[in-house]
């Protein structure tokens, strides 16, 4: 069993900054990638930003400049780290990884989700 354990949610002014963080633990044989995506209150769940294995990272436009994904390969860890936050970025965020885990005895590639972390961004 794998669990994706978020925290770092919370409520800060608009301009401010927060950073959240997401555990991975259980059955892992290794980590592909990892990510974060957000759902406002009436929208689709959105990527904010990836990470692979090796470091490589992309963002959605609507954060570029302002976020920054980064993991701890050692620690099953990846960070989100935002600053100079806007009202639109209130939303649940949730961690996601793709791994390697051992199902039934055999190393199957599965994707798992955590329960979310809120954010809300105030004028």
């Known amino acids: 069993q794998v669990q994706l354990v978020e925290s770092g949610g919370g409520l800060v002014q608009a301009g401010g900054s927060l950073r959240l963080s997401c555990a991975a633990s259980?059955?892992?044989?290794?980590?592909?990638?990892m990510g974060w995506y957000r759902q406002a209150p009436g929208k689709q769940r959105e990527l904010v930003a990836g990470?692979?294995?090796?470091?490589?990272?992309n963002y959605a436009d609507s954060v570029k400049g302002r976020a920054t994904i980064s993991r701890d390969n050692a620690k099953n860890t990846v960070y989100l780290q935002m600053n100079s936050l806007k009202p639109e970025d209130t939303a649940v965020y949730y961690c996601n990884a793709v791994l390697l885990t051992y199902l039934r005895g055999s190393l199957t590639r599965q994707e798992y989700w955590g329960q979310g972390t809120q954010v809300t961004v105030s004028s």
């Open positions: 990470i692979t294995s090796g470091g490589n990272t």
């Open positions: 259980g059955s892992i044989f290794s980590i592909n990638a």
